[in-house]
């Protein structure tokens, strides 16, 4: 892939080596969270296996531009040791901030927060979230 | 690694024979001088030089020379074909026809007139792409005076029939004008058999420069136009300016070359394209845009399900590809050329044009489709399950 003004450094690693795209295996302790984005088709699959009341793993799935995709890939890093709290509380700009995302891509990114959300709403001993 | 260049349908490098020409025209000592001042040698010899290039450029047209006015490229072409015969025969009606697959050339002066008074109607094409001729007919009305379709369309490369679209419109005395920026040196084009009133052509598409065009335009019975510059009254006032020497000449010998390689070029190319469907097509779900059969050699659209337009774009930055994703339109919209066939914003989304020319070896299609073929199947393997279905 060759280097492409248009991407940050960081957003061009992350769409070329896709760090964290797959899904947790098993079912003990593991939330799938799903959420789809109203107008482009861009959709996203969180799953996190939690344990002691954290996250300890975390694995996406995206359909999306390349920033929607790296952004994807740094949340699931970002919500390693998080609590059902945190990610019940987590907000969108951080990644726009990290992966310095135009402002004309930040439509995308809440999609990420609403997966994030609709995982802690299904947070082992809450109602779960479809997927 | 090297970029591989699929986007001829966007525009051509210059064919060195090309430039060898242009360059005896740049120099001081070379053919530089103002073709209109013919009162002196170098003039005279400028003004030869553009004189032979007409006569190139009339041939691909199967036109006279006389009819030829330069312009800057294709677009100005349009412009001046549809402002230009509108204004002018404003008298005798206010309607004109077009497609919705038009290039947006063709498609913006229309809205422009719209707002001048004039209405418009825009032809939906079949799935395959095509406007029927009956279509044509169906939407002629006693003030129709201009009907405009594009011959071979950018995004797709599907052929419209122009040639029964003008039997229809000289059988109902309306105009006929014809985008051939795509066809031109790559497909025959004979405005006389094909009663054509006005055919816009350009040079950058056929490995010839940027920057000069031609609206070729029926002199018999002469066709009026109502100019879209106004100054030293070159082309017989129909198109002001100072002509560029060099890029006529080069748009001359580039047309010469596409006249002398057509049959041969258009058959090499015609392969290859079909190598990459062949390639290709085994992708699970993918689309072949516009018709599979009526199209022009070297236009190859698809659409693939499950990667969306964008990310396929950057993952396939090694090759020079375009896409109908918004992102890499400059209205920021899907493909509304896809759209009008039928696909849905998603796989408008989702489609590749991969365009070969000239300079197009079987290596580079083979590498090409190695290469798509590796990057959907590496952005599916992380699209959640309906995404990757969707289309």
């Known amino acids: 892939m060759h280097a492409d003004p248009r991407y940050g450094a960081e957003v061009l690693r992350r769409f070329r080596e896709l760090p964290g795209a797959g899904e947790v295996l098993g079912d003990e302790g593991v939330i799938r969270a799903r959420a789809d984005a109203a107008d482009d088709g861009a959709c996203v699959v969180l799953s996190l296996r939690t344990a002691r009341g954290v996250v300890v793993e975390a694995r996406f799935r995206a359909y999306g531009c390349p920033y929607f995709i790296a952004a994807a890939s740094w949340l699931t890093e970002r919500l390693r040791g998080a609590s059902r709290n945190e990610l019940a509380e987590w907000d969108w700009r951080e990644a726009a901030d990290a992966l310095e995302i135009p402002p004309s891509r930040f439509g995308r990114l809440i999609t990420l927060q609403d997966a994030a959300r609709a995982a802690a709403a299904a947070w082992p001993g809450e109602i779960a979230a479809a997927v | ?391």
């Not at chain 2, 294709?74 to 002018?88: K, Q, S, V, Y």
């Not at chain 2, 169906?138 to 594009?150: F, G, K, N, P």
């Not at chain 2, 122009?162 to 031109?184: N, T």
């Not at chain 2, 090694?318 to 919209?333: K, P, W």
């Open chain 2, 1 to 391: 690694m090297e970029t591989i260049y699929l986007d001829s349908a966007a525009t051509t490098p210059v064919d060195p024979r090309v430039a060898e020409e242009m360059l005896a025209c740049m120099g001081p000592a070379a053919d530089f001088a103002n073709a209109s001042s013919v009162s002196h040698g170098p003039g005279r010899r400028a003004s030869a030089r553009i004189e032979a290039a007409r006569s190139a450029v009339a041939a691909l047209a199967g036109a006279a020379p006389e009819q030829i006015v330069w312009t800057s490229g294709a677009t100005e072409a349009n412009n001046l074909a549809i402002f230009g015969a509108a204004r002018f025969h404003r008298s005798k009606g206010a309607h004109i026809v077009t497609s919705r697959t038009e290039h947006p050339s063709v498609l913006d002066p229309c809205r422009r007139l719209e707002r001048e008074g004039f209405e418009v109607s825009y032809l939906r094409p079949g799935p395959d792409g095509i406007v029927e001729p009956p279509q044509v007919e169906a939407a002629l009305r006693a003030d129709t005076i201009l009907v405009s379709l594009m011959h071979v369309n950018n995004e797709t490369g599907v052929i419209q029939d122009v040639g029964e679209v003008g039997r229809v419109c000289r059988a109902r005395g309306v105009l006929l004008h014809v985008d051939a920026a795509q066809s031109a040196g790559k497909l025959g084009l004979d405005v006389v058999r094909d009663r054509i009133d006005l055919l816009a052509v350009t040079a950058h598409k056929l490995n010839g420069p940027k920057g000069v065009g031609a609206l070729c335009v029926r002199r018999e019975p002469r066709l009026g136009l109502v100019p879209l510059l106004y100054g030293g009254g070159q082309e017989r006032g129909l198109r002001s300016g100072t002509l560029p020497t060099h890029q006529i000449a080069g748009f001359g010998a580039a047309c010469r070359i596409a006249a002398a390689e057509m049959t041969e070029e258009a058959a090499r190319v015609t392969h290859l394209r079909n190598r990459l469907w062949s390639a290709l097509s085994t992708l699970p779900g993918i689309l072949l845009n516009g018709s599979e059969h009526r199209r022009a050699p070297g236009i190859l659209n698809v659409s693939i399900p499950g990667v969306e337009g964008e990310s396929l774009l950057l993952a396939l930055s090694d090759l020079a590809v375009s896409s109908g994703s918004a992102c890499a339109t400059l209205r920021g919209e899907p493909s509304y050329v896809l759209r009008a066939l039928g696909r849905s914003e998603q796989l408008a989304q989702g489609s590749l044009r991969i365009s070969l020319g000239r300079y197009t070896t079987a290596d580079d299609v083979e590498r090409a489709a190695m290469r798509i073929r590796a990057e959907v199947g590496r952005l599916r393997a992380i699209a959640p399950p309906m995404a990757a279905a969707a289309g």
